[in-house]
């Protein structure tokens, strides 16, 4: 079947069989691999992308649920190479290291301040990253990353 | 995932004519537990009628004193409603706290029920408030929905178009959770109303239930002390690698009586 | 200091790929002609295959092969090999069954490998794979690691009686039985270190392509050791000759130990991408990884100090039962043996220590080193004992450990297991600890929790740890196959930066930052043009990969010797150039200057005159670019103590860490900002491991920890800030003075965690994980 949808502000579409997942399609068809896969039971939250403005876990969602849809992944949020606040504050705050997880925890760092704001305590940002799973950084410099991801978004 | 046919309807009535001449079909929600079930090869529907163009299954609706919720509202628009907060916020939380964020912003309260893990959440609030949930068929008092594990009333082809809860005076979810699943090990519903207790439990047997020893230990007396002495059948109870079935048993007394002081 | 040169913490070269969504995995990458493996495992943990029928998978549609344990036995690929050498205690080595890739008559575990389906797409492969027909007779299965050598059980491997793949001892057991004669008191635990799932959250993967032009197989995989992996895959497989076969580790997603290995996936990958002449991806998923990763830890063990009167530590015994599972993974022997037995010692001058070592095999997923790999283990078990020696003597948990450190004058110090520590301030960093935790004010936070009804409970964890794996020499006495230097070359270009090629391989380490600083710092180079290449066996010499926190202690050398001889060589050229001697050339942030007077050449200019040789000393070779290769005298030994604060609910079990300090010594830091997160890291893996992980098989052998939905990975709310400091020493064996990282908080923090909930609830011990219905039961026994 033929779906048709935006992503990245582009016009996107493909021909995908009815059980094609949203990130396979994203990564295999239009070949954004920054949108990762870390499990298969929709936890790790690697996959996270965002679907007409909400975060999604892009291995729960067949592609087919997605036509028509206004996707924004990992690649969109970047003016070239000029980091959106939130990516620039996981750099200025050390946090990613393996970078797997990193473009799920970004877009659910989105996701947070579109639900909370920019003024974010740490255990705000704690309790809603548990979707997002790392086993590297220990949590407590992305939680400080989307704390000043999200102030600077405001600037 | 096996291969299927996939259909998208605008409309209840179209969803039903599909499902009825599906020789294997399944209606999907939001898909947070169909989908991964599917992956898994654990399923496999012929066909697969997703339910999320259909306009009329949306929304939140406050009318005197019962709140609807259309089957496919997401559990984060409930979390985030203004007008659930203020009627029952004991709901707004309980949905704010399903799974995580992006769970909650596909996974809808028709989904949750309709698939009854004995480990959800919206079941406990469904039997304790005393909800009524519409069908495109009929009503069915929330009481006799959940009918085992994974099994509810509902018929082959019946869709769920609403959930109607009335406002309690005052209510609370406590929720312990499964450490790695986050899904409920025991979660105990409570509801003060006007004709007494509601209370409900989930995650620690085999299917959500109205927990109506709970609701004579708070007959006269609704605070936690008066469950002091209360003790869940340990025989009933779930036990796997999370937590024994004593253990369950010890926690339904628990977090009935932190809901008991969270109506206060 | 340099702005982005040793001890800046710079933002790192790596961050900005991987926050674009450019990272480049192995699973990012599809080359044309692609086909796709799926594995066919085995449902049982044990069971004889009395035939296997792949007609109809490979009729199916799509499918390009379907290849069994026969059809790799015929091309004369594998076995999997271990490579360290244990000598069991009848002076034999330790049981070495046979491991093929893909099952020959039998499976020994719950995800062995039994056929590998090829087809154009994965879901064509995974749809054939359903079709494949085998015919099992299953056979008991052993799943538990304490009973697994108990007569009775059945036996796993023909060449393995009762199940013992060695037994191990090592000390003075008559001068140790001695001791404990006369001790004032003996103090003993009983405990388990509980299985852990390594799980970095990258799966692995494999793409294998086959050039019959030339020849050659190139291996994409998730790999911390690309040459490891080469020469293995190469010598003991015979996969293809060393010179016919390049090895890429890509970006990859963390590894944790999980990647050091050599599995049976990416062998058949790579087998079967010649065997089919077509490209072969294999992609696991996290199921799979579950399944057929080696999992860390699962030891059983009993422990006894005995004390004189004043609470000090005369001698140790110490019996474990360390589970290795099916089959011997890569370096699984060496870590209950090697990497455990000989840090028993710990930060305390215990003058006997006698161990005993039997390692078993059990129908569960290969057990191999994981993030600390054998020093956690020792950790636990001897940071426990001491807490319960400390309850035994009535004392103070800081002050016992106090009255048996090591003291700071005795380095280099002889431990009576193997190790020569070489540099340490034990008391520096417990006080530094204590200080930062406010120890003093814990009396009055427990009260205040006791108010709230809850129980606040403090823990110490003094650890120290052998890491920066190497000295060739004594890995070999040990037993071990391979030497374990490391490699470097920086090479400068023409235009005057510089390429440095590390035989490291960084998955989340930082190297890629970490070195240019190094490299920026000593040749006065600006960090931007400096790039750090690794991962790849076409690229970069022959290195020993990333494991063991060694890229720095010894692969950091290694960049440093190369950068010596480029300032030595540049001398010369430099001194030729400016017409002096070359005993006047001074050489100091990337200038060359002719001493006491202005003249001077930049590195970069000496570099493109080595290039471009017209005006060149004779006698010099053209071009500017060095290698190195270092071989340390001695392990790394890191150190700290860890002290955690919890609170539980005596009415659920429920354990918050309430407060955490760590203050280790890393020796020198070069990028503070990626040694915090080592260690936060670090420590969250160790709280995983104390309160949320636990692996379980149960007693059929089933995985019942299958996923994430039931083995509970810990979260952004399972852990609060954490408070970071550090007491350096300068290790003298170590040219840069620099100590490992990033193994420290997996090793000290699930004893304090621990200590601290056997604090806050008065028990002698509480079991790992230390879940709320453990700890519950705990507090009702307690009470």
């Known amino acids: 079947m033929k779906i048709d949808l935006t992503v990245n502000g582009q016009a996107a579409s493909g021909e995908v069989e009815a059980r094609t997942l949203l990130v396979d399609f994203l990564r295999e068809q239009l070949r954004l691999t920054g949108t990762h896969v870390g499990c298969d039971t929709s936890q790790c939250g690697a996959c996270v992308v965002m679907v007409d403005g909400k975060s999604v876990k892009s291995c729960t969602m067949l592609a087919a649920m997605a036509d028509g849809c206004d996707l924004t992944t990992i690649e969109g949020l970047a003016n070239g190479a000029e980091l959106h606040p939130m990516q620039q504050a996981f750099m200025d705050n050390h946090g990613l290291q393996c970078g797997f997880c990193t473009p799920g925890m970004v877009m659910s760092g989105l996701d947070i301040v579109n639900r909370h704001g920019r003024e974010l305590d740490a255990a705000t940002v704690r309790r809603e990253l548990n979707g997002n799973i790392c086993r590297c950084t220990g949590y407590q410099n992305i939680v400080k990353s989307i704390r000043e991801g999200a102030r600077a978004m405001g600037d | 995932m096996y291969s299927f046919s996939y259909h998208r309807p605008a409309s209840v009535a179209e969803a039903a004519d599909l499902i009825a001449n599906a020789a294997d079909g399944k209606l999907v929600a939001g898909g947070q537990t169909l989908l991964p079930t599917m992956k898994h090869r654990l399923a496999s529907p012929s066909d697969v009628i997703d339910l999320g163009a259909i306009a009329e299954l949306g929304g939140i609706v406050v009318n005197g004193n019962i709140v609807t919720i259309g089957a496919m509202t997401p559990h984060a628009e409930v979390a985030a409603s203004g007008e659930v907060q203020e009627a029952i916020p004991a709901l707004a939380a309980l949905a704010g706290n399903i799974g995580d964020p992006a769970v909650r912003n596909r996974g809808t309260i028709g989904g949750s029920i309709a698939n009854n893990d004995p480990a959800a959440d919206y079941p406990a609030a469904v039997i304790a408030l005393g909800a009524t949930v519409r069908t495109n068929r009929r009503e069915i008092a929330g009481e006799d929905f959940f009918t085992g594990m994974f099994e509810t009333a509902l018929e082959e082809d019946e869709i769920i178009v609403a959930v109607d809860f009335p406002r309690p005076e005052a209510a609370a979810y406590m929720k312990f959770e499964n450490p790695a699943s986050r899904y409920a090990i025991v979660g105990v519903f409570i509801a003060r109303t006007a004709v007494g207790a509601r209370a409900a439990i989930t995650g620690a047997t085999d299917c959500a239930h109205r927990a109506h020893q709970l609701e004579e230990a708070l007959a006269n007396d609704f605070s936690p002390a008066a469950l002091d002495d209360f003790q869940a059948p340990v025989d009933r109870m779930n036990a796997d690698i999370h937590a024994s079935a004593e253990y369950r048993a010890h926690l339904v007394r628990v977090m009935a009586q932190r809901a008991v002081a969270a109506c206060a | ?783």
Not at chain 3, 86 to 114: C, F, I, M, W
Not at chain 3, 211 to 231: A, D, F, Y
Not at chain 3, 550 to 575: F, M, P, Q, T
Request: proline share 6%.
């Open chain 3, 1 to 783: 200091m340099r702005e982005q040169g040793i001890g800046a913490s710079v933002r790192r070269k790596e961050d900005q790929r991987f926050l674009l969504g450019k990272g480049r995995y192995t699973g990012d990458i599809n080359v044309a002609g692609q086909t796709h493996a799926y594995f066919l495992r085995s449902p049982h943990a044990h069971a004889v295959i009395e035939g296997i029928d792949t007609s109809a998978a490979t009729a199916a549609p799509g499918v390009v092969a379907v290849l069994t344990g026969d059809d790799l036995a015929a091309d004369g690929i594998g076995p999997l090999i271990c490579g360290v050498t244990v000598t069991s205690d009848d002076g034999e080595p330790h049981r070495a069954p046979a491991h093929p890739a893909l099952a020959q008559g039998k499976v020994n575990y719950v995800g062995d490998h039994v056929a590998v389906v090829i087809a154009e797409t994965l879901t064509q492969a995974q749809d054939a794979a359903e079709l494949v027909d085998v015919k099992y007779r299953p056979l008991p299965a052993v799943s538990s690691t304490g009973e697994a050598a108990s007569e009775g059980q059945q036996q796993i491997h023909d060449v393995a009686p009762d199940n013992v793949c060695f037994n191990w001892p090592f000390g003075d057991k008559a001068a140790n039985d001695e001791a404990f004669a006369s001790a004032h008191r003996i103090s003993s635990i009983e405990l388990t270190n509980n299985r852990m799932v390594t799980n970095p959250m990258e799966p692995r993967a494999a793409l294998g392509e086959y050039n019959s032009g030339t020849e050659e197989i190139t291996l994409h995989m998730t790999t911390q050791n690309p040459h490891v992996h080469r020469l293995v895959l190469a010598a003991f497989n015979q996969l293809a000759p060393e010179h016919k076969l390049r090895v890429v580790g890509p970006d990859v997603g963390g590894g944790f130990g999980a990647k050091i290995f050599v599995y049976a996936e990416e062998l058949v990958v790579g087998w079967a991408c010649r065997k089919v002449n077509r490209p072969v991806k294999w992609t696991g998923d996290r199921s799979e990884a579950f399944m057929a990763d080696a999992h860390g830890r699962d030891h059983v063990s009993r422990a006894e100090m005995a004390l004189d009167e004043n609470g000090r530590f005369l001698a140790m015994r110490v019996q474990t039962t360390a589970n290795l599972g099916a089959y011997l993974s890569t370096f699984s022997t060496m870590v209950p043996s090697y990497l455990y037995a000989f840090l028993l010692a710990g930060q305390y001058a215990t003058p006997l220590i006698y161990s005993e070592v039997k390692a078993v095999f059990t129908n569960t997923a290969p057990v191999d080193a994981s993030r600390g790999a054998g020093r956690p283990e020792a950790t636990y078990l001897l940071e426990r004992l001491v807490d319960v020696c400390a309850a035994d003597m009535d004392l103070d948990p800081a002050e016992i450990r106090r009255r048996n450190f090591i003291p700071k004058d005795a380095f280099p110090y002889q431990t009576p297991v193997v190790q020569c520590y070489d540099s340490g301030d034990y008391e520096a960093a417990l006080d530094q600890a204590m200080e930062l935790a406010d120890y003093a004010g814990f009396a009055a936070r427990a009260e205040e929790a006791r108010s709230r009804g809850k129980l606040r409970g403090i823990g110490f964890s003094s650890y120290v740890e052998a890491c920066g794996i190497a000295p060739s020499a004594a890995v070999g006495q040990l037993g071990g196959g391979v030497g374990l230097w490391e490699s470097a070359q920086v090479r400068f270009n023409p235009t005057g930066n510089v390429q440095v090629f590390t035989g490291t391989h960084s998955h989340g380490q930082g190297h890629e930052t970490t070195f240019a600083q190094l490299v920026c710092d000593q040749l006065g180079v600006p960090f931007e043009n400096i790039e750090v290449i690794h991962g790849d066996t076409a690229r970069t010499q022959f290195g020993m990969g990333t494991y063991g926190s060694r890229s720095l202690a010894v692969g950091g050398v290694a960049i440093a010797k190369a950068c010596d001889k480029l300032i030595a060589k540049g001398r010369k050229i430099a001194a030729h150039a400016m017409e002096a001697a070359e005993g006047d050339i001074e050489f100091a942030d990337g200038n060359y200057t002719v001493a006491g007077t202005d003249k001077s050449m930049n590195i970069a200019e000496v570099a493109f005159t080595a290039y471009v040789p017209h005006n060149y000393p004779e006698g010099v070779e053209p071009g500017f670019d060095e290698n190195a290769f270092f071989d340390p005298m001695n392990f790394s030994f890191p150190a700290g103590t860890h002290i955690c604060e919890v609170e539980v609910d005596p009415d659920t079990g429920v354990v918050e860490i309430a407060d955490y300090t760590a203050v280790d010594d890393f020796g020198k830091l070069v990028n503070p900002m990626i040694v915090e997160g080592q260690v936060h890291g670090g420590i969250v893996h160790g709280i995983g491991q104390a309160l949320l992980e636990g692996c379980r098989y149960d007693s059929d052998g089933q995985l019942v920890t299958a996923s994430f939905m039931d083995y509970a990975m810990p979260r952004a709310d399972n852990a609060p800030d954490f408070r970071v400091g550090y007491a350096p020493t300068d290790p003298p064996h170590n040219p840069l003075g620099v100590k490992g990282c990033g193994e420290a908080g997996a090793i000290g923090a699930p004893p304090a965690v621990i200590n601290a909930i056997a604090n806050a609830i008065g028990a002698r011990h509480v079991e790992m994980p230390a879940t709320p219905e453990t700890v519950w039961r705990a507090c009702q026994s307690a009470a």
